[in-house]
């Protein structure tokens, strides 16, 4: 049995990976702590564990195996080295931290003490990913020309039953967050993005602030290719209709997921159908139209929503098993190092009002 630690409930994720943990038939959950001691407290009364006032003396305790880290992003870099020095193995919720000088710092302490370490980048290992991943590797849509990835919600607006919005209010700290709107919900199409291009240049950002929080609740980001592909990724808390949206444009086709298809709407109205039942049936659909498919491919688009295969393990569990086995998430490790110096470059981006090249970044 594997004997976690709870490290801060400061995330709004951060029950979500404790419901893994305690449903995880190989781990356990045994203490907790928290740079908030109130809200800590409350938390383990509820689990019935142990907290501890102090984050050293929870590291020393020999009866714990691994941390779960959901702490201000801030705090990331020291959290996380302090845990790999006390032999604890890490799982944490992305970025990993704001700067790629701080992922150097924690990823050398890992990689001398040994422990295992994981980050939550749960779209790499959904099936319509595995399913698009597949299509760009074989070439069906020729050389990449364009990718778009969006993520938007609601939880910066406004309401009469939620003043502040849903989002919690430490969500808009630039000291605590390291950003807003980009370096939270936009790190799923950014490392989408990065997945399907490989890594650019250079990258410009464009922040907005719709709600007058410090940090951008609207955010886009241009990713420049040395050969003339772009990437573009979009992210917000300022919209309450916005799915999931990657669009995938080459010299031979283009692919298109989670964007209500025109057609079909047009389709639906014909057939007295509410817009509720089209989003239901529309959002989750993939479309491809290529030259590579031969001409009946290239007439018209092709639905390919019924090839989507089974996610994959999600990244808790493939930690679990790093464990066990004594593996290392290369992979994982690699996209969440990544994922930072596009986060930063973009920061970067908006403060100097220019591109940012990834070489330009500080080792």
Known sequence: MIRVAMISFWHVHAHD???????????????????????????????????????????????????????????????????????????????????????????????????????????????????????????????????????????ALRSPDRPNGWLPAHFYSLEQCGGGALIDLGCHPMYLARLFLGLPESVSAYYGYMTGREVEDNAVAVLQYPQGALGIVEAGFVNHFSPLTIEIHGTEGSLFYGTPCVADRLSEARHGSGVGDLNSKTEHRLLIRSTALGEEGSRQWNDRTNRIPPDKPMAFQQWVTHIQEGTTADENIQMALELTMLMEAANLSVQKKTAVKLTELSI
């Open 17 to 155: 990976y404790m419901r893994q943990a305690l449903e995880n038939p190989a781990t356990e959950i045994v203490a907790a702590w928290d740079e908030n001691p109130q809200r800590g407290r409350a938390e383990a009364t509820a689990l019935g564990v142990h907290f501890y006032e102090s984050l050293d003396e929870l590291l020393k305790q020999p009866d714990i195996d691994a941390v779960i880290i959901d702490t201000p992003t801030s705090i990331h870099r020291d959290v996380m080295v302090a845990a790999a020095r006390a032999g604890k193995h890490i799982f944490t919720e992305k970025v990993l931290a704001t700067t790629l000088h701080e992922c150097h710092e924690i990823l050398a302490a890992v990689e001398k003490s040994g422990v295992k370490l994981a980050v939550s980048l749960p779209r790499l290992y959904h099936g319509y990913t595995l399913a698009i991943q597949q299509i760009v590797e074989q070439k069906v849509l020729g050389e990449l020309t364009l990718v778009r990835t969006r993520l938007s919600h609601n939880g």
